[in-house]
């Protein structure tokens, strides 16, 4: 009897909405944490939560324990064949009790997220109390830095169940089917009169590009699983261990060498995937919002087989300055490598942070704020490099020498200033240059130029101790690898407090 | 049809393509001076210049239209 409500539970809702899982390219839940854990579930409790009401197999929702790359995982996964995921008493129940188990056993917590949200029939037993629905975010706020979660979307977080992503460290988002959105088209035509479709407003490639929601995006279920356990095989189980180390690899080689890519002239671009390329371990890059604000480059990585963060500009994308969404993007970065005690490499080429009205409108100022807050905090080794110019704030934000790296390295051609040569001059001379004949401009602004650029020359930065060291391009790789290791045993409290007033 | 538009705030340095010609996905149509840095703008998808819209020393605002594809 027993054995038979086991095998009818385990298989889930009814065959329809499995055909119709498999035509939206959906997978079971069960078969998905099977791509997922090296060996399949372990162990899952509550199987046989509201059993006795026949048509909801476990309530809705899958939890155990499993293994991703041998490391412990605790997972929780909806199943959309039941009451399209929906969230009962029991759901809700299992739910908590499981981030409670994670963050017990100190491991981290997977959301495989495809829920249509509350049973709002049954919202007095799963939304208001002290164990309702609010408690899972209550404890994802708690865990949070403690053990790395991690939400894999694979059909809708609606309304309140919006908030499960929003509270991962990262949210990986399958195109075409996740979405998250707090009001349903249906309900924002009802509601404000807006007529829009599901895709447009709270879809996986406007959440991956635009809104900055989703930070991965998937063409499949399979490539969104793929990606999450390479992801995890960067993070240690918890905040007070370290992330395991591969074996060291040889960056790919290529024809040309970073001597050859980088431009001499400081205004023309870039691309800094090939630098990066060249200097961490062949196939280790795992980027993080690829889609969003591609003109700063965020991405785990290894050096020698030691997990990095990367924090990089990208010349080759408005041409790598610091805008409010790539400040909020490394700002969240930052931290997330911050906590799991993942090392920093900062890869400068910035022209500084955007300047005009639309900018100052959207508060640079404070988003650009959130970016060297969380920078300054960070106390994981911090390794610097400048590779053609950090001007202005840009310098700051890339973590230059006021904000405590380990290192901050120069390649040789690399200029640090308050602005460029060009502006500079400009903003010094105007008036002169105004007063001048109009033949003899030319000339003095060259001269001024060229006086600038001697005052703000590299070797002279570092006769005055202000950059540690100045290497040739081609010897960066060989420089981190040589310095990342020495700097492993740093141990710092950033300072004594509650918490830092973070300028959100 | 599909517009080309200005990643970011600047001034239109250079205009790359002309009425008629073909362009591809990932190719520059125009480059904007913007920072003191030259910024790239590339075509999106395949298709026609029908329209050049902006230039060449136009001031530009992020979203506006440069060049229009058929």
């Given at each position: ?20 899982n498999k035509a939206q390219g959906k997978l079971f839940a069960r078969e998905r944490l099977a791509l997922l854990l090296d060996?399949g ?25 499993g293994?991703v790359n ?5 997972v929780?996964a909806?199943?959309s ?29 997977l959301?495989l997220v495809d ?35 991690i939400c894999l979307l694979f059909g ?16 990986v988002m399958v195109e075409g089917n996740a ?25 996986a ?11 991965v995006l998937a063409k499949t279920e399979e490539d969104a699983i793929a990606y999450t356990r390479k992801y995890l095989s ?52 795992c ?218 | ?70």
């Amino acid at each position: 009897m027993s054995e038979t409500m086991k095998d009818k539970i385990l298989q889930g809702g009814q065959p329809k909405y499995h055909e119709k899982n498999k035509a939206q390219g959906k997978l079971f839940a069960r078969e998905r944490l099977a791509l997922l854990l090296d060996d399949g579930l372990q162990s899952e409790d509550g199987l046989y939560a509201n059993a006795l009401a026949g048509d909801l197999p476990a309530d809705g929702v899958i939890t155990g324990i499993g293994k991703v790359n041998g490391q412990t995982v605790c997972v929780l996964a909806n199943d959309s064949t039941i009451k399209a995921g929906s969230w009962g008493k029991r759901t809700v129940e299992k739910m908590i009790r499981i981030q409670e188990t994670a963050e017990k056993l100190r491991c981290p917590m997977l959301y495989l997220v495809d829920s249509a949200g509350a049973r709002i029939t049954d919202q007095l037993e799963m939304f208001p109390g002290r164990r309702g629905a609010g408690r899972i975010f209550y404890n994802q706020v708690k865990m949070s830095g403690r053990v790395p979660q991690i939400c894999l979307l694979f059909g809708p977080s609606a309304a309140g169940g919006a908030y499960i992503p929003a509270f991962c460290d990262i949210v990986v988002m399958v195109e075409g089917n996740a979405s998250m959105y707090l009001g349903s088209p249906r309900m924002a035509e009802m509601v404000i009169g807006e007529k829009v479709d599901l895709e447009t407003m709270g879809g996986a490639k406007m959440h991956c590009s635009v809104s900055g929601c989703g930070d991965v995006l998937a063409k499949t279920e399979e490539d969104a699983i793929a990606y999450t356990r390479k992801y995890l095989s960067y993070f240690p189980s918890n905040y007070t261990e370290r992330s395991p180390v591969e074996a060291p690899k040889p960056p790919a080689t290529f024809e040309k060498s970073i001597a050859d890519l980088i431009p001499q002239n400081q205004n023309v671009p870039f691309n800094m995937y090939d630098l990066i390329d060249r200097l961490i371990d062949e196939d280790s890059f795992c980027e993080v919002k690829k889609l969003f604000a591609p003109e700063l480059i965020t991405g785990l990585g290894r050096i020698d087989g030691q997990p990095i963060g990367i924090i990089a500009n990208q010349p080759r994308v408005k041409g790598g300055v610091l805008f409010h969404d790539s400040a909020d993007k490394a700002a969240k970065f930052i931290s997330l490598c911050d906590a799991f005690n993942i090392p920093l490499v900062f890869l400068a080429d910035v022209p500084g942070f955007m300047i005009g009205t639309q900018v100052e409108k959207v508060g640079i100022i404070r988003h650009g704020a959130k970016m060297i807050f969380a920078m300054s905090e960070a106390t994981v080794p911090k390794l610097t490099v400048i590779v053609r110019k950090a001007y202005g704030a840009g310098l700051y934000a890339m973590a230059g020498p006021a904000f405590e790296p380990d290192c901050c390295i120069a390649l040789s051609n690399a200029q640090i200033a308050v602005m460029g040569p060009e502006a500079a001059v400009n903003a010094v001379y105007a008036n002169k240059i105004a007063e001048l004949p109009e033949e003899e401009r030319t000339a003095f602004i060259n001269e001024k130029r060229k006086e600038y650029q001697e005052e703000i020359d590299i070797y002279r930065l570092a006769s005055e101790l202000i950059v540690d060291d100045v290497i040739e391009p081609n010897e960066l790789r060989q420089a981190l690898a040589t310095r990342l290791p020495l700097y492993m045993s740093k141990y710092v409290t950033f300072t004594d407090r509650k918490h830092g007033v973070n300028p959100v | 049809m599909t517009m080309v538009k200005a990643s970011m705030a600047g001034t239109v340095w250079k205009v790359l393509v002309a009425e008629g010609d073909k362009v591809n996905a990932g190719q520059d149509v125009a480059i904007l001076e913007s920072m003191k840095m030259e910024i790239p703008i590339a075509a999106e998808e395949d298709g026609v210049v029908t329209k050049v819209i902006a230039n060449e020393g136009d001031f530009i605002n992020v979203d506006d239209d440069l060049i229009e594809l058929g």
